[in-house]
């Protein structure tokens, strides 16, 4: 994910939360998941040596996955929501992919080459990838597809990362160098976007090309059918440039209702689907299901937190918002709304990631440690109503969030309820999303609301902390302006050095969490159930689904067998 | 079919008397809601969640440790209230457009039934939706785009009933005496036209009630913490097989009130209805 | 006619023009780079630069033609493209109930008429309140718990198996019936009572009829009184109402479908609402009142025909 499309990603949030209102646990489904170490994960008994050639496992059976929303449009720098990129992802390659470490590794690059002056990588493609029609791939598709999505007329929101290449380079079939402008080091990442074909768009619109429903691409599957709200059907690509996929065919069947899956999954209809955090702590433990699911829990790429608007008197000290923060009881809130299926968030990285520095300030809950702080901040109940007041004012605001995700309106109410204990009154509301965005968010016209981000794997601060974010539809809507993170982050953007960037966000996390302009609530669990039939799954960092091509099904496990 | 005539007269009006304690029993819990309520319906208890139903929680706890009985007790409230309302605004735009209708007759009438034909086309919840999610989910818009939908029907009773008494010899002689429309139509017609709409608006209390429940089950209903039986009942949706507590009782509670008014509202209209009641 | 779709469509537009906020504004919002390439695209496609009476004027000489745009959704179709492909499920749903509902409400609302105030009369009272009083949803969800997974008889939800495709047609029968079973009988035990309440009323009405008194009076039987004479009249006003019900049914349908992953229309409108996909909302809003005004008009076909003057004319 590129840094700059946080925005993206809390919409990817909200469209699952909003058309699967029924969907309780909204932000842990995201496309690349990792494991934490600290959590059980149940230990496979496959024959896990990753070196095992494809032809040792059988071929054959049918993965049916359910999913909550629909996909929307299967060319992929055309999409927003999670769905079109997840099957995506099975049907095209980038340049590059994350690997099990989440480490960046040639897909359809066999490897590349960054200039000395860092201002230049050079690509060198693989040979013999062919596109599912036969057609075969070459740089020509790579620059097709740079100059598509840098097009005025292609609705894309992923172009702001290629929009600072100055030019690219075919030097010959299977080599290309990408010139940038300044040395930028979220770049490579943007190359594990998805390559289109280039004789199939050449001279089409996009908007109006047959792909977006058909679409055709290099992946390890092929796209069969999809049946708008019902399913979407994909085959093994045979000649697949990685070796071919074991399981023969993957279904997506769209259920809205997230009871109603359950019990498709149940009923034995679905193999694999994201768990609410209820269905997994309290309805999946009898024996009958633990005979036919293996349950999985990793850490998701998104958390939860509380932003105050920094605009507000009532948030400009620091000690308000820490006292708000220390009164804010995360452990029980993760207990009650996640059934315990999630992690104390500290800032904006995931407790497991390369980026996370585990020493910044913590905020355990305290309520005398936070009527401390609103004193010394000068809120005292001078009137003995029971609430605060300062200067003539009341201590009072309203906390929003969005309908349709009923964690969010939870954690509302608990805080609501604790802060209370403060002296402090809070109103809540709760809002359709698009009006919470236009009317609210983006007329900063809130005092403090409930949401979430997702967590890219690109590091990059910018577009939600960097002050110059703080206007219009930009995402550090709260306004947080502290000129030495905007210093931290710009420099960040220009170090290649893994270790040195680290050290940079490690300091800009100590930041955060001194200033407390966010309460970092907590990262979920994403939670997983998937039928035992399926070998060779092994959760790693990335999640689950890096390694689907590997999985299988041993012969006599077998539930669908395939005529053709 | 030879049956005891006596017998049937008191067995007659029986599921109506029925109606009417049901719904009286659930007006007097709204009213007294706060005597009956053992816990604070929006306390929230984070070491008690999800408990079964026990001597302390009569319904058990939801999610949030809060105590169902309680919340079902005034979502009570809550649920008539938004039924009495929506209702209240349907009554009162039905009988101002039938009166005119009928009454006056022409082209005023022929415009309000095509409106009426228009409006009726419309699946109501499809608008409701629609206008719901684009307002915001509030009390408040909740009874009001209720109420704005569903008086067609109110309309098309007035409308018939005020062509029918109009011709009446009451009124004859009042227009003759030179009394002004309105006070023909508030004096002599409404009392007359107000039985049947009674029945009506008993029959739209239930009907609102399930409307309720139903944009709830969709996120679009009253939104919590308030408590309304349909949000409760929706919170209890995704537990129904493990916290059957928390979907069997309001559910039983919504299927008990709206069943009250059904039968209040059926039996009055056998009462009312002269031709009915006649056999 | 005319006049009321010119209405239906005047409310459809109303419905979206009058609410608060800008239809681009979400789409704008969701796509921060391409916005104003986009925006602008959407302010030309649908003339919102202009007055708003332009607006509906542009919009409802395209719906003549049956266009009714394109999608907000970023997934390239039309909305009719969209309508088209989940309208045959709702309609499919909503005939089947329509049926079933006609079958067994009809015979049933008779004989409480016949009946009044019997035993019978009371419990099938209250058995047809009960299915009008359980909010649906929670209904279905319990039925899919016990007949799908407890009994494990039916399956759960859509309206075909995966390998629908490579069934015989006997097969695909099958498959579709087993599927429609709760979907149709949950909808169709809601709305018992609507019809059955209104054919016993409209029963009873025609039973203290004169020329029924009389026919009795004559001597003729019970049962040929019933049902030759008294039946036809008591069917006239129930045709109405049959037409009247289907902006329930399909309204209703929002539910279902979501519940039983239908794809139909009303599913599909709950969706675009969400999204605030206007034009299809808009579309859905005008072929769901549309559908409505052709299931009237087929009642009232189907009036003239049971109509007993047009009948004795016959004879």
């Known amino acids: ?564 | 079919m030879v049956k005891n005539n006596f017998l049937k007269r008191i067995n007659k009006y029986i599921l109506m008397y029925l109606g009417l304690a049901i719904v009286f029993f659930f007006i007097l819990i709204a009213i007294f809601a706060p005597f009956i309520a053992t816990h604070n319906p929006t306390d929230i208890n984070l070491a008690n969640v999800l408990a079964e139903p026990s001597k302390t929680h009569f319904f058990g706890t939801d999610e949030l440790g809060r105590d169902v009985f309680s919340r079902v007790i005034y979502g009570t409230r809550i649920s008539i209230f938004v039924g009495f309302v929506a209702v209240g605004i349907s009554v009162i735009i039905g009988l101002f457009f039938g009166l005119v209708s009928g009454y006056f007759g022409g082209l005023v009438d022929t415009l309000i039934m095509r409106f009426v034909d228009i409006m009726l086309c419309f699946p109501a919840f499809f608008l409701i939706l629609a206008v719901i999610t684009f307002l915001e989910p509030s009390v408040t818009n909740v009874m009001v785009v209720i109420g704005l939908t569903s008086w067609m029907g109110v309309t098309r009773l007035v409308r018939a009933e005020t062509l029918s008494i109009k011709t009446r010899d009451f009124v004859t002689a009042a227009k003759l005496q030179n009394i002004s429309n309105v006070k023909i139509l508030v004096k002599h017609i409404l009392p007359n036209v107000i039985t049947p709409v009674f029945v009506a608006a008993t029959l739209g209390v239930a009907g609102a009630i399930l409307t309720e429940s139903a944009l709830s089950f969709l996120g679009l209903g009253v939104q919590p913490p308030t408590p309304s039986w349909g949000n409760i009942l929706t919170a209890g949706k995704d537990n129904i097989t493990f916290a059957w507590w928390l979907s069997v009782f309001p559910g039983l509670a919504i299927f008990i009130t709206v069943l009250g008014y059904n039968l209040l509202g059926e039996g009055l209209r056998d009462l009312l209805d002269p031709k009915i009641s006649k056999k | 006619m005319l006049p009321l779709l010119i209405g239906i469509t005047l409310i459809s537009f109303a419905v979206i023009h009058l609410t608060p906020g800008d239809p681009t504004q979400l789409m704008t919002s969701m796509n921060p780079n391409a916005s104003s390439e986009v925006s602008e695209r959407l302010i030309k496609l649908y003339h919102l630069d202009k007055p708003i009476h332009i607006q509906y004027w542009e919009w409802l000489k395209n719906i003549a033609v049956l266009d009714f745009g394109e999608s907000f959704a970023l997934d390239g179709q039309s909305v009719m493209e969209k309508i088209k492909h989940r309208i045959p499920y709702t309609i499919y749903l909503n005939i089947m109930s329509m049926i079933l509902i006609f079958i067994i409400a009809l015979p049933l609302g008779i004989l409480n008429a016949y009946y009044k105030d019997s035993f019978f009369d009371k419990t099938s009272t209250v058995f047809v309140f009960i299915g009008f009083a359980v909010p649906t949803f929670w209904l279905a969800l319990l039925c899919m718990y016990f007949f799908g997974i407890k009994l494990g008889w039916l399956p759960i939800s859509g309206l075909m198996s995966y390998n629908f495709e490579n069934m015989t047609l006997l097969g695909k029968i099958g498959d579709i019936a087993k599927h429609s079973v709760l979907p149709v009988g949950v909808s169709v035990f809601g709305s018992l009572a609507g019809i059955s309440r209104y054919a016993r009323n409209s029963m009873l009405d025609v039973l203290n009829n004169d020329y029924v008194l009389a026919a009795k009076a004559r001597g003729l039987p019970e049962k040929t009184v019933i049902f030759k004479h008294a039946l036809k009249n008591a069917l006239l006003p129930i045709i109405t109402i049959i037409g009247l019900s289907i902006p329930g049914l399909i309204g209703g349908s929002v539910i279902f479908e979501s519940i039983f992953s239908i794809p139909g229309m009303g599913q599909l409108f709950y969706q675009s609402v969400m999204m605030r996909d206007y034009p299809v909302v808009m579309g859905i809003l005008v072929i769901g009142a549309v559908l409505t005004l052709l299931g009237n008009l087929i009642a009232d076909i189907l009036y003239a025909i049971v109509d007993p003057r047009i009948r004795y004319g016959k004879k």
């Open chain 1, 1 to 564: 994910m590129t840094p700059k499309n946080y925005f993206i990603l809390i919409l990817i949030i909200a469209t699952i939360t909003v058309i699967g209102c029924t969907d309780k646990n909204g932000e842990s489904e995201n496309a690349n998941k990792n494991v934490t170490e600290n959590k059980s994960i149940p230990k496979q008994t496959s024959n896990s040596n990753t070196d095992d050639s494809q032809q040792d496992k059988p071929f054959g059976d049918i993965i049916f996955e359910g999913s909550i929303g629909d996909a929307s449009n299967l060319i992929p720098i055309l999409s927003t929501d999670s769905v079109s990129h997840q099957i995506a992802s099975h049907i095209y390659n980038g340049l590059l992919k994350y690997d099990k470490n989440l480490k960046l590794t040639g897909d359809l690059a066999k490897s590349w080459e960054l200039s000395n002056d860092k201002k230049s990588i050079t690509f060198h493609l693989k040979k013999g990838v062919k596109w599912h029609d036969g057609k075969i791939f070459n740089a020509d598709d790579v620059k097709f597809t740079y100059e598509t999505i840098i097009d005025d007329s292609t609705p894309t929101a992923y172009d702001s990362d290629f929009r600072i290449i100055d030019n690219i380079t075919i030097i010959d079939d299977y080599t290309i160098r990408v010139n940038y402008q300044k040395p930028f080091a979220p770049a490579l990442n943007s190359w594990t976007m998805s390559i289109l074909p280039k004789h199939l768009l050449e001279n089409v619109k996009i908007t109006e090309s047959s792909l977006q429903r058909n679409p055709i691409g290099t992946g390890s599957y092929e796209f069969v059918k999809w049946n708008p709200g019902e399913s979407i059907t994909l085959k093994a690509n045979k000649s697949y440039f990685d070796g071919r996929p074991n399981i023969a065919k993957y279904v997506l069947k769209i259920i809205p209702d997230s009871t109603t899956m359950f019990m498709e999954l149940l009923k034995g209809n679905l193999d694999f689907m994201s768990l609410t955090p209820l269905q997994y702590s309290k309805q999946t433990n009898t024996p009958k299901f633990k005979d036919n699911f293996e349950k999985y829990t990793y850490l998701s790429n998104s958390y939860s937190y509380i932003g105050y608007n920094l605009r507000n008197e009532l948030f400009k000290d620091k000690r308000v918002r820490q006292a708000l923060t220390y009164a804010t009881p995360k452990e029980k809130i993760i207990e009650s709304v996640l059934f315990g299926e999630g992690h104390v968030a500290t800032g904006p990285y995931k407790p497991d990631s390369f980026w996370y520095n585990p020493d910044v300030k913590r905020y355990e809950y305290n309520l005398e440690k936070a009527k401390e702080l609103l004193t010394e901040a000068g809120w005292e109940d001078s009137d003995n109503n029971g609430y605060l007041d300062k200067n003539g004012r009341e201590f009072s605001f309203t906390l929003m969030t969005n309908q349709g995700n009923s964690n969010r309106a939870k954690i509302a109410e608990i805080v609501q309820e604790n802060w209370k204990k403060l002296g402090i009154k809070v109103k809540i509301r709760i809002m359709e999303w698009a009006t919470l965005i236009n009317e609210y968010i983006d007329k900063r016209n809130f005092d403090a609301l409930v949401m979430g981000w997702s967590i890219p794997l690109e590091p990059d601060l910018y577009d939600v902390w960097h002050s110059s974010k703080c206007s219009g539809k930009n995402l550090n809507f709260i306004c947080y302006e502290n000129d030495e993170l905007d210093k931290i982050i710009e420099k960040a953007r220009l170090t290649f050095d893994q270790d040195k960037r680290r050290k940079l966000y490690y300091k800009a996390q100590e930041i955060l969490a001194e200033d407390q302009p966010y309460t970092f609530l907590y990262v979920p669990n994403a939670l997983v159930a998937l039928h035992k039939r399926f070998k060779g799954v092994e959760p790693a960092p990335a999640g689950l689904m890096y390694n689907f091509e590997d999985w299988y099904v041993p012969e006599n496990l077998r539930k669908y067998s395939l005529t053709q």
